[in-house]
Structure formats: structure tokens, C-alpha cells
């Protein structure tokens, strides 16, 4: 079948830039252009890096919310003095709660994650949704 699936790995080159798109890692938000001669591919200097997996649209509003709790944890530990008008003080009497909560939320947040990727590895990619 010529359908694009979840979990298949492609690459994806450029006629204009005249290269492949590259990433230097997975979690990398970085990408380039590896630009390419007209020679054989074993001239590529590593070609892992422009090799992707498609994946599905996942979950990440818990560790969003950590992350932005945690940065008003920080400020208000940097400027004691400094009101956030954007964070209730309660909040900070009840941080170490909070936390503890976020941090359940995003340990199921990434098995839910996990979970939905095995379920839908092999399907065909639906565009536009």
C-alpha cells in the first residue's frame, strides 16, 4: 500500500533547498537543511538525523502546566518581594500539593501517551484532521 502510516520513518528532501530536512536529536526543536551532492547517499554525514517518525497528535497539556508552574515557582523565588499578578498566592502554601498532583497528572498524561501510540501504530494517516 502506498499510504503513509503512523509509525513509518521518512525522510523528507527538498527540491528547492536541495537537501534533506535534519534534526539533531528527537527532542530537538531545531531543523535544517542537509544539503546534498549529486553523489551516492553513503556520502551523507549522518543520515539518522534526517530520518522521522510519523506519530500521532499527542497529550501534553499536564507537563505544559508543570512547566509554566514551575517557572512561577522560580520567579517568586528570585523577586520574594515581586508580586506575579498572574498566580494566586495560595498557590505557593500549597505548592508542594500542586506538585505533587502535576506530577501524577503528567506520569498518566504519558502512559495515556504511550498507550495511544501502540493503539494506533499501522494506521493509515488521515490528512487535514
Same mark, same amino acid.
Given at each position: 500500500?502506498?499510504?503513509? /502510516?503512523?509509525? @513509518?520513518?521518512?525522510?523528507?528532501?527538498? @527540491?528547492?533547498?536541495?537537501?534533506?530536512?535534519?534534526?539533531?536529536?528527537?527532542?530537538?526543536?531545531?531543523?535544517?537543511?542537509? /544539503?546534498?551532492?549529486?553523489?551516492?547517499?553513503?556520502?551523507?554525514?549522518?543520515?539518522?538525523?534526517?530520518?522521522?517518525?510519523?506519530?500521532?497528535?499527542?497529550?501534553?497539556?499536564?507537563?505544559?502546566?508543570?512547566?509554566?508552574?514551575?517557572?512561577?515557582?522560580?520567579? /517568586?523565588?528570585?523577586?520574594?518581594?515581586?508580586?506575579?499578578?498572574?498566580?494566586?498566592?495560595?498557590?505557593?502554601?500549597?505548592?508542594?500539593?500542586?506538585?505533587?498532583?502535576?506530577?501524577?497528572?503528567?506520569?498518566?498524561?504519558?502512559?495515556?501517551?504511550?498507550?495511544?501510540?501502540?493503539?494506533?501504530?499501522?494506521?493509515?494517516?488521515?490528512?487535514?484532521?
Amino acid at each position: 500500500e502506498d499510504f503513509l /502510516k503512523i509509525g @513509518d520513518n521518512i525522510c523528507l528532501y527538498s @527540491d528547492t533547498a536541495q537537501g534533506y530536512l535534519t534534526s539533531m536529536g528527537f527532542n530537538s526543536p531545531e531543523i535544517y537543511i542537509q /544539503k546534498c551532492s549529486q553523489l551516492h547517499n553513503s556520502h551523507f554525514y549522518n543520515l539518522r538525523n534526517m530520518v522521522f517518525e510519523v506519530v500521532p497528535k499527542l497529550s501534553y497539556d499536564a507537563i505544559k502546566e508543570m512547566r509554566q508552574e514551575n517557572k512561577m515557582i522560580k520567579q /517568586k523565588e528570585e523577586n520574594p518581594q515581586e508580586v506575579v499578578e498572574s498566580v494566586d498566592p495560595e498557590l505557593f502554601e500549597n505548592r508542594k500539593k500542586r506538585m505533587e498532583t502535576l506530577e501524577k497528572r503528567v506520569n498518566k498524561n504519558n502512559e495515556n501517551n504511550l498507550k495511544y501510540v501502540s493503539e494506533v501504530h499501522g494506521r493509515k494517516v488521515l490528512y487535514g484532521q
